[in-house]
C-alpha cells in the first residue's frame, strides 16, 4: 500500500448497467478528485453518464481481469450482485452473484493488480429471517435459520469469498454493506415493491416489524465505505422499525390479507400470473420481521436523510413531486 | 452483541461516537409501536381490562416493591408457575401501574410463530428470549425487563411439585446482567401455582404439536373447556428481594462458567428460601 493516493482516485464500478451501478458512477463523475470511472455490466447504463468508461461484459464478468489490468483502477465498487429473486432465474443468480464475485476475485488478485479497497453491496438476506432470530442483528451475528432459497445461498456463498480473499490478500480493504429492504422509486426490493401496489400483500394475524432503507440513502452509503476506505462489514439501514400495517397506512395502501397457513400455496397462482411473487426469503419477512443495528456504519460517520417511515412516505409521494433529491458529489468525500 | 470498536480490521475507522442507545424514528408515525413491537396505547387497553383482575380476583399484594429500581435498566427474574401462567402479566400489570416504568417481558420464542395471539402478545411488551434482545433492552435502553430463568420447565410442572424451583436455564440471565451491567431483582411469587394446577401432562401430545407441554388442568376438569381462560382466585403476593449487583466488568466477551452458575445458584436459593418462608407464613390459598 505504499505510494498509494490517500482517496481513491480510479475506480470501478460493477453493475453500472443497473440504477445502484449507474448512480454510483454517476456521483464519481462530478467528482473532480476521482480521476477515472469505469464500468462493467452485461447491458449499457441506463443512468446518464458522461465520462465514464464503459466495458461490457458476460453475466459472469468473466472478461474482468483484462479490464482491471489495462486501466490501472484502484478501487472497485462491487454493485452487480442480484439482491430480488424475483428479478433474476435461479440459473443466472449463481453465475451473476457467485461466479461473477470469484472473477472479480481472482481479477484483483493477479500479479500487477493495483487495488487496495473493494466496496460490496449485499444484502441483509444473508441474515435471514425466523422465530429464533434477535429482534436487531448486528454484523456478528449468525443466522439461525438454515438457507433454503438460492438468492440466500448465492450471497452466503460470495460473502464466504470474501472473507478467503481477506485472508489472503490482507492488504486489500474489504467493506461488504448489508442493506436491508429498499423502497424508492427507481431502487427497490420486493417488500418496497410491494407497497406500490394497490393492496399490499400481509398475512393473516402477522405485523412484522420492518425497517427500509431509502434508495438514495443506498448510494450514499456504497460513496460514502468509497471515500472514507471502509473495511470491514456494515449493516445499511435507517431508524425505525415499524410494524408492516403502519407502513402500509404510511403509503396510502390497504392491506390485502394472505392466509397464515399454505402462504406459498395461495401466493403460487398471482406469482405465474406475474401479479405478485413473494419468494420465500420474503414471505419470511412478512411472518417475523428482520430488524438490523446500523450503529456501527453511523459511528463511522455516516448519517441517514431518511428515517423508514420517511422513506415511505417518501416512496408514495414521489409520484406527485418531479424534483426530487438526487445524490451530490460532495456525498463521496462526505 | 454491538461492542465498541466494532471495526474488525481496525485502523482506518475513526469513532467519533459510539452511539449505545439506539434512535427511534422521528419521522411521521401512525402509531405509537416501538421497535420492540410493544405499544403504550395497547397496554393502557390491557391495564383497563387487568385491573378489575389484579384487584379483586388475585387482590395482589407487594413486599418490597420500593427495591424495583425506578430508573436504569434491571433484570426482574420470578418464579414461574401455572399451566397458563398469569404471574407475567400480573408483574407487568403491577409494576407498569405502580411505578409507572414499561416493563418488557421475555418468554418463549413460540409466542412469535403464531397468528394473532402472537402480534398481541408482542404489543403488550411480549419480547422473544433472545440474549442480543435482553442485552439491547437492559444496557442500550436501560428498561425493565422480566425474566423467568425457569422456562417451560416452571409452568409445566405439575401441582405435586408446587413451589419447588425447577432448574435455571444454564446461568444466562446472570451472565446477561453481568454484560449489560445491570442489577438482577429477585420476585418471589407466592399464589401462581393454585391459580391453574396442572394434574396430568400428555407428552405425547406434546411432542404431536410442537409445544412444551399439554396439561390437564384442574380449572379443564371443573369448567371444562371454559377451565383453558379461568385461572382460579388464589391470593397472589409479591416478595422484591434485594437486588443482585455483580462487581464485574460489563461488556466483556465471557465470564468464568463457574461464577455465573454460583450467583444463578444464590439467586434460586435465596427465591427458594422466600418462597418457602412466605408458605410457612401463608393461612389460606384464597386468602393469604
Known sequence: MTGRAERPQRILVTGVGSYWGGSVAQALESDPDVEAVIGVDTSEPTIPLERTEFFRTDESFSTLGDVVAATDVDTVVHAALA?????????????NNVIGTLNLLAALSQDGSSVGGVVVKSSALVYGAGPRDPYFFDEDARRSTRPRTRIERTLLEVESQLRDFVEERPEVRVAVLRFGDVVGNRGHTPLGRALTLPAVPQILGFDPLLQFVEQTDVVRALLFATGRRLSGAYNVAADGRLPWSELITLAGRVPMFLPPLFTGVALGPLAQAHVLDLPLEVR????????????????AGYTYRYTTSEAVL?????????SRRSVHSSEVRA | MPVEGANPRGGELIHLRQPSQPEPDAGPRRSDVDGWGRSQRVRD??????????RHWFRVEWEGLDKVPTDGGALLVANHAGAIPVDAPLLMHGIETELGRPVYGLADRLFRTLPVAGTIWARAGGVAAHPDNAYRLLHDERALTLDFPEGTKGTGKLFTERYQLQRFGRGGFVEIAMRAGV???????????????????????????????????????????LGLFTPFPAKIRFRVLDPVRFDVKPDQPRYPKGRVHTEAEAIRAALQQALNDMLAARQSVWLG
Request: proline share 8%; aromatic share 6%.
Open chain 1, 284 to 299: 419470511q419477512v412478512l411472518r417475523y420481521g428482520r430488524g438490523l443495528d446500523n450503529r456501527r456504519l453511523k459511528a
Open chain 2, 183 to 225: 442489577p438482577v431483582v429477585p420476585i418471589a411469587v407466592m399464589g401462581s401455582e393454585e391459580t391453574m394446577p396442572t394434574i396430568a401432562r400428555f407428552e405425547a401430545a406434546a411432542r404431536l404439536l410442537g409445544v412444551p407441554y399439554v396439561p390437564l388442568t384442574a380449572n379443564m376438569l371443573l369448567l371444562g373447556p
Open chain 1, 83 to 95: 439482491v430480488d429473486s424475483t428479478r433474476m432465474a435461479d440459473q443466472r443468480l449463481h453465475e
Open chain 2, 45 to 54: 387497553v390491557f391495564a383497563r381490562l387487568y385491573e378489575p383482575l389484579y
Open chain 1, 314 to 322: 417518501a416512496q408514495s409521494q414521489v409520484r406527485r413531486k418531479s
